[in-house]
């Protein structure tokens, strides 16, 4: 058998990954088995991370909604359920952001969701009768 020669592709490797260690503090950066470590759990908190970040823009943008709702006397649930009947399709980032920027365009969806209820409830109302 041929003698094959790993050196090129382990420098290779390692070089990679000290790469990626760059701006970790101390050993972490210089030495290749702590490197390793610590690069496969930044990379395992990054992919965790991505998920976490779209967890707390929702409650961001949630509690946005809520604050402007309080401001116009309405319950959050009460307003998102009122769009929802009323067929108004706007995300929650979109609504965080009028709520924050533009609140008179914000009162006018306050106002197409409890229309929305009041009319919904009015059909409940005749449907049982």
Known sequence: ???I???VATQKRKKKVLKQARGQFGHRSKR???AVR???KGLTYQYRDRKVKKRE???L???RISAACQEAGVLY???INGLAVANVDIDRKV???MAVNSPEAFKKLVNVAQDALKSGAKKADAAAN
Do not use: G
């Open 38 to 40: 610590s690069v496969v």
């Open 95 to 97: 609504l965080a952001e």
């Open 5 to 7: 020669k790993t050196n």
């Open 1 to 3: 058998m041929v003698r």
């Open 57 to 59: 823009f929702r409650r």
């Open 32 to 34: 290749y088995r702590q």
């Open 77 to 79: 649930s009460r307003f």
């Open 61 to 63: 943008w949630i509690v």
